[in-house]
């Protein structure tokens, strides 16, 4: 029997409401609340919360010598489309360049990576 059930993944940033904005764009929903602590409803019932982080220091990727904590796997219908459209709202290519593959890395507009994945 499970002690817990999954409530939502809280990234840390230095501005909630404009990363809660780009992952609106990029996976839909809808953006609640302002300040410290702000929500994305996605469709389907889930949720991600951003959370103000003073001092926020994005993790470094590729790094041998320092870890990425985690990063999230979004899954697309077309690759090329949504790199498009993620670079448009602020992310940068972190390894995007081997396009025989079906996954991408980008960092979001607060440097966390996230994956654009095929699959």
Same mark, same amino acid.
Request: charged share 20%; with cysteine.
């Given at each position: 029997?499970?002690?817990?059930?999954?409530?939502?993944?809280?990234?840390?940033?230095?501005?909630?409401?404009?990363?809660? $904005? &780009?992952?609106?764009?990029?996976?839909?929903?809808?953006?609640?609340?302002?300040?410290?602590?702000? /929500? *994305? #409803?996605? =469709?389907?019932?889930?949720?991600?919360?951003?959370?103000?982080?003073? $001092? &926020?220091?994005?993790?470094?990727?590729?790094?041998?010598?320092?870890?990425?904590?985690?990063?999230? /796997? *979004? #899954?697309? =219908?077309?690759?090329?489309?949504?790199?498009?459209?993620?670079?448009?709202?602020?992310?940068?290519?972190?390894?995007?360049?081997?396009?025989?593959?079906?996954?991408?890395?980008?960092?979001?507009?607060?440097?966390?990576?996230?994956?654009?994945?095929?699959?």
């Amino acid at each position: 029997m499970a002690l817990a059930t999954m409530d939502v993944v809280v990234l840390d940033c230095p501005d909630p409401r404009a990363l809660a $904005g &780009f992952y609106a764009e990029v996976l839909g929903g809808s953006v609640e609340g302002d300040g410290e602590w702000v /929500d *994305l #409803k996605l =469709p389907g019932g889930t949720s991600l919360a951003f959370q103000q982080a003073p $001092g &926020f220091v994005p993790p470094s990727w590729p790094a041998p010598d320092a870890s990425q904590q985690f990063h999230l /796997d *979004l #899954k697309v =219908p077309d690759l090329d489309t949504a790199e498009k459209g993620v670079l448009e709202l602020g992310a940068r290519p972190l390894d995007a360049e081997d396009r025989s593959r079906n996954w991408r890395v980008y960092a979001d507009p607060a440097g966390h990576p996230f994956c654009l994945c095929a699959c």
